[in-house]
């Protein structure tokens, strides 16, 4: 099995705890937030981070240690509260001696910087495209149930 592979099993587990702790599979706040990493509450009381934030009179953004904070404790970016969720949800995957780098390794800082790119490159997909595959398995469904078992061929479809 693969670091990807990996990654992606231990997001799984992250996310079914959240959805243990939120009280529901289908998680939602007001605003439209569906993302367990950024909701909080038990249902069916559930608002996102950013909501609660803009309630209480705080801003939205918020920083973001990309290499986490022991590797540079200056370094952070401007993120959306919601996004921050998410980004320290996925760092907290990330193998500890990396995460935490008590010796201030050089290697480990680097590696913590790839790491924390990828997890924006990751969050940016996801929250811009990742609801493409599951969209486009639903109406190729529909439209077989609708038109027929071929319905590109009946519309003309050609590659």
Wanted: charged share 25%; glycine share 6%.
């Amino acid at each position: 099995m693969g670091e990807l592979d990996d990654w992606v099993d231990a997001r799984s587990e992250q996310l079914e705890q959240r959805l243990r702790q939120l009280g529901t599979r289908n998680p939602r706040c007001g605003c439209g937030e569906a993302d367990p990493a950024a909701l909080c509450g038990t249902a069916p009381d559930i608002s996102c981070y950013e909501c609660l934030q803009r309630e209480q009179g705080r801003s939205a953004v918020e920083d973001h240690h990309l290499k986490a904070r022991a590797n540079d404790p200056a370094d952070t970016v401007s993120v959306l509260g919601n996004d921050h969720r998410w980004l320290s949800e996925a760092q907290r995957l990330w193998p500890i001696d990396t995460l935490r780098n008590p010796d201030g390794s050089p290697l480990l800082r680097a590696a913590a910087a790839l790491r924390g790119w990828l997890d924006v490159l990751r969050l940016i997909l996801d929250r811009t495209v990742g609801w493409v595959p599951a969209f486009l398995e639903w109406l190729d469904a529909a439209l077989r149930t609708a038109i027929s078992q071929t319905w590109w061929l009946d519309l003309g479809w050609t590659d």
